[in-house]
């Protein structure tokens, strides 16, 4: 059984950073693309970035040259490194696993996506 746990978020000031982590349970992490998305109230499902299993990335263009996602195999586990935070940036985060095995697509819909995680909420003040 397949399950994602975030953890990370907060609430901070504009400027700052966060970490947001997501472990995974199950088998083959390694062979799965991860993806963060993002929810504010009232929007649709943001994507804002994926990292597939040879550790290539994509991010959205809000969050371009001040997001990082990065993986550790050896932990099933997926990071989101975010720095200048703003406050449009806050939404709840939530990490989804790929629905292919050793897709390279980095594919920003959420219907490629099958495992998600429950959200992890990130709000920032100005």
């Known amino acids: 059984q397949v399950q994602l746990v975030e953890s990370g978020g907060g609430s901070v000031q504009a400027g700052a950073s966060l970490r947001l982590f997501c472990e995974v349970s199950g088998r083959a992490f390694s062979a799965y693309s991860m993806a963060w998305f993002r929810q504010a109230p009232g929007e649709e499902r943001e994507f804002v970035s994926t990292i597939d299993w040879t550790g290539a990335t994509d991010y959205g263009d809000s969050v371009k040259g001040r997001f990082t996602i990065f993986r550790d195999n050896a932990k099933s586990t997926v990071y989101l490194q975010m720095n200048s935070l703003r406050p449009e940036d806050t939404a709840v985060y939530y990490c989804?696993?790929?629905?292919?095995?050793?897709?390279?697509?980095?594919?920003?819909?959420?219907?490629?996506?099958?495992?998600w995680g429950q959200g992890t909420q990130v709000t920032v003040s100005s």
């Open positions: 989804a696993r790929g629905a292919v095995l050793y897709e390279t697509s980095r594919d920003p819909s959420p219907r490629a996506y099958n495992y």
